[in-house]
Nanobody, 120 residues
Framework: VQLQASGGGLVQAGGSLRLSCVVS????????MGWYRQVPGKQRELVAS???????NYADSVKGRFTISRDNAKNTVYLQMSRLKSEDTAVYYC???????????????WGQGTLVTVSS
């Protein structure tokens, strides 16, 4: 299983970015998908998550500014980030809980991370 994240980059404060993460492999189903972020010297923190049925969860710091969504047919999760602030600068990691064809058990996977830099 591979998680390929993309969409990071440099943006000015107040701007927007959209992250994408595609899950590939011998997958029966993808359950919860999500985004975490990490700043050097700090713990990785949950930004947002979305279940297969579409229910979502957000960190208080991003509520009202970020929107997580998914395309189940494409095994892809998105993070639309708006009104970005300098404190949103971090490496963003996608995650997915995947049920495999091999044994129909759930496993957790992480993407490689994509850097988001917000300049003030």
């Amino acid at each position: 299983v591979q998680l390929q994240a993309s969409g990071g980059g440099l943006v000015q404060a107040g701007g927007s970015l959209r992250l994408s993460c595609v899950v590939s492999g011998s997958i029966f189903r993808v359950n919860t998908m999500g985004w975490y972020r990490q700043v050097p010297g700090k713990q990785r923190e949950l930004v947002a998550s979305i279940r297969s049925g579409g229910s979502t969860n957000y960190a208080d710091s991003v509520k009202g500014r970020f929107t997580i969504s998914r395309d189940n047919a494409k095994n892809t999760v998105y993070l639309q980030m708006s009104r970005l602030k300098s404190e949103d600068t971090a490496v963003y990691y996608c995650t997915a809980d995947v049920i495999m064809y091999s044994d129909y058990r759930a496993y957790g996977y992480w993407g490689q991370g994509t850097l988001v830099t917000v300049s003030s």
